[in-house]
């Protein structure tokens, strides 16, 4: 894409002209977030900034590896510079190299943290397996990540880079995997156990363990999981040893071959955990229970197998000053099944109203219902929806009101149901935040205080064909002991 002339003597001018600022607040910060996609897919990396003192002009110069991802485009839609017009944003790429230059000289970009921008790539279908960093970088001839102050300042910004995974193809075969999300230090996380079966099962046991004492069990969940109709459900957790063991029983009727959720296991990050990845991992229950599947024999006695497994992890990145947020689940879903999706919100100060207004970008969902159950949202005195079926877009209002406004905290606020079409292709459908009928926004009201706009993460729902059956031919595990046949 070609750089304008007045782009470039906008920035000539400043070069020459500018001198450095000393940042004498909070840092002022470019913050990359990252995220998760499969091969082939498309997703949305958001770009967060934050800054004590009002600018004229913000800009980011980023890198990545073009041998991995193919950058597709970028979206301002619900991020704190939306209002800027076209004329005034100055786009960029070459050579693995993006430059995005944003200007407001007329009313000054206030002060405040949250989404710059979105920049839309999709994974080659040959770079499965990868984790590709999204650093800072320069763009010739002078070009910077930088911001500007009112009167044309230079800051250099604190940076903190993202990186984008590019997950290994779902399985084909009867599998367990495990979520991956990113979270910040002192926060609840919902991690999806999910689960794909050909054959209908009696029985299924979970074992898995987590990698480090940041994260710490808090519970789980089975209502609106594919574990919600077993008869008989159990949870054994190891903490000395960071082992769990989720049994799930179907004797009274099977688990049906399909694939979604069994169960939601919710944990918590330790305050002042920075820039650490926690795999949650398959394990040997205290060195006797495996992870296996049971298949349905009608009066028991079926074959016992161990699923095709692929780990997880949950990745725990600084928080920007100021840091009141509100993000999205990424979720799994296949054709003709419904999904759920979680948004959480972090606050530190009480709120009196929170507002929701999402979007999906994609026509193979279709929305269901919102479920305040078991959220944060279920303590407000009344909760309202609102949605416009043209626009696939959602607005939540939450009113707790004065007397018991919402205290600081963090975890789910709600919880959006979305059902997936039947003849739904392979797909991964950006859930973002968007003005609702081009009137009301994503906003938190503190209690004796005006509405602002929180930092906003968005959400992805990777949809996927569940596959033909397979012919298959797999060998069992057994546990025996020294001098014994098995």
Not at 213 to 242: Q, V
Request: proline share 5%.
């Amino acid at each position: 894409m070609k750089m304008s002339l007045v782009k470039v003597i906008f920035i000539i001018l400043l070069a020459v002209k500018a001198t450095l600022a000393q940042d004498t607040g909070s840092p002022d910060t470019i913050r990359v977030d990252s995220v998760a996609v499969y091969p082939g897919g498309t997703t949305a990396l958001p770009i967060y900034f934050f800054n004590d003192e009002v600018l004229s002009a913000v800009e980011i110069v980023l890198s990545y590896d073009t041998n991995s991802l193919i950058l597709d485009t970028f979206s301002m839609d619900g991020s704190r510079l939306d209002y800027i017009p076209d004329n005034n944003i100055y786009y960029l790429y070459d050579s693995g190299k993006v430059n995005l230059s944003i200007q407001d000289w007329s009313g000054w970009i206030p002060r405040g943290n949250g989404l710059l921008c979105n920049l839309i790539f999709t994974a080659k279908s040959t770079a499965a397996g990868q984790t590709i960093t999204i650093d800072s970088s320069f763009f010739p001839p002078i070009s910077n990540t930088i911001m500007s102050d009112s009167e044309a300042t230079t800051i250099f910004p604190q940076f903190v880079k993202g990186c984008i995974t590019i997950l290994e193809p779902p399985p084909t075969m009867d599998s367990v995997w495990i979520d991956t999300i990113t979270t910040t230090p002192g926060e609840m996380v919902a991690i999806n156990i999910n689960a794909f079966n050909e054959e209908e099962l009696s029985e299924l046991k979970l074992s898995l363990e987590y990698s480090s004492d940041n994260l710490e069990f808090n519970s789980i969940i089975y209502t609106g999981m594919r574990a919600d109709s077993a008869s008989s459900k159990s949870i054994i957790i190891d903490t000395l040893n960071r082992q769990i063991l989720i049994s799930l029983e179907y004797f009274l009727a099977p688990l049906q071959p399909g694939s979604g959720p069994l169960v939601s296991l919710l944990f918590n990050t330790k305050s002042g955990v920075y820039n650490d990845s926690i795999i949650i991992d398959s394990a040997k229950f205290q060195d006797f229970q495996r992870l296996e599947f049971v298949q349905y024999n009608g009066g028991g006695g079926g074959i016992t197998y161990v699923p095709f497994f692929r780990a997880g992890y949950v990745a725990v990145h600084e928080v920007t000053p100021g840091n009141d947020t509100v993000w999205i689940d990424t979720a799994f879903a296949t054709s003709g099944s419904s999904v759920s999706l979680n948004i959480y919100g972090r606050n530190e100060e009480k709120l009196t109203d929170a507002d929701l207004a999402i979007k999906c970008f994609s026509d193979n969902l279709l929305y269901d219902t919102t479920i305040f159950n078991n959220t944060r949202g279920d303590n407000a005195e009344s909760t309202k929806v609102n949605h416009d079926i043209t626009e696939n877009a959602t607005l939540i209002s939450l009113s707790f009101g004065n007397t018991t406004p919402l205290d600081s905290g963090s975890g789910p606020l709600a919880t959006v149901k979305y059902m997936v079409k039947p003849d739904a292709d392979n797909d991964t459908v950006l859930i973002n935040f968007a003005n609702f009928m081009e009137t009301y926004s994503t906003q938190f009201t503190p209690k004796g205080g005006a509405p602002f706009t929180p930092a906003l993460i968005p959400g992805q729902i990777i949809v996927t064909v569940p596959p033909a059956s397979n012919d298959s031919i797999w060998v069992d595990s057994a546990i025996t002991s020294a001098g014994q046949s098995v």
